[in-house]
């Protein structure tokens, strides 16, 4: 009763907007939001295809270091595996609650979001670096992504499988859970959880600015004006 539980797992959707086709849905996305999604869909695409091979994307310190292959500090996040139901699944979250980040905390301020997730993406990199290397990160960034939004409305009730119902604030706890009774590892839920824990303690509980650089401003132009988005 009340305020209807936002549900999880996210194939309902938004079922009020309407969109007349799939072009519609997908250029209603926010820039970063729908950047992050081609990306990987992207990544893969060429790997399934056999364009690529996965150990070229992959996070290796190693070869970062001794050949150079920087790349390899970006593209391990927009990894998700191969095309199947883990890889659709993965494709709705990363919609559903990037997109509805982007347009609440980050309105209007795509750098800024870009300089979150970058900055999130540091300290997930140190972790593996500290860790010995964690191959891909992708997973580890979506819990970032949804403990920053579960921050955003922590009282907002969500329906699990439509089992039972958490306050937003626990939903990256659950998800936590429901991994690893799943047969699955917490560490990447985990270390996304610190990631965007320290985004959130330092920007809201300390208060610093950590507004996106001005390159990042000038990337971020808005098409029909070509002036910055605001930082």
């Known amino acids: 009763f009340g ?26 996305l926010p820039k970063v939001t729908r950047f992050y999604f081609t990306g990987a869909i992207a990544s893969t695409v ?9 150990y070229l994307i992959l996070l290796d310190f190693g070869k970062v270091t ?27 979250f990363l919609v559903r609650y990037s997109q ?25 990199l140190a972790f593996a670096y500290l860790a010995g290397g964690i191959p891909i990160l992708s997973s580890a960034m979506m819990s970032s992504i949804v403990y ?21 604030f626990y939903f990256p706890w659950a998800l936590c859970v429901i991994h690893v009774l799943m047969g699955g590892s917490p560490v990447a839920d985990i270390l996304g959880i610190i990631a965007g824990h320290v985004y959130y303690f330092l920007k809201d509980v300390q208060g610093y600015g950590l507004s996106a650089p001005a390159f990042l401003c000038g990337v971020a132009r808005a098409p029909a004006t070509r002036r910055p988005l605001a930082c």
Do not use: K
């Not at 086709?21 to 997908?26: F, I, Q």
């Not at 800024?112 to 993406?121: F, N, P, R």
């Open 100 to 124: 509805s980040l982007e347009e609440s905390r980050f309105q209007g301020r795509a750098a800024d979001y870009v300089w979150c997730l970058l900055l999130c993406a540091g300290v997930l």
């Open 66 to 92: 001794r050949d150079f292959e920087l790349w390899r500090l970006l593209t391990n996040f927009f990894f998700f595996g191969m095309f199947g139901m883990p890889f659709v699944f993965n494709m709705f």
């Open 46 to 54: 060429v790997i399934q295809l056999g364009i690529l091979s996965p």
């Open 148 to 168: 920053l939004w579960s921050r955003i409305t922590p009282t907002l009730p969500v329906s699990i499988f439509g089992m039972f119902t958490v306050q937003a």
């Open 3 to 28: 305020q209807p539980a936002h549900s999880f797992p996210p194939f309902a959707g938004r079922a009020s907007v309407a969109m007349s086709s799939p072009a519609d849905w997908y250029n209603s």
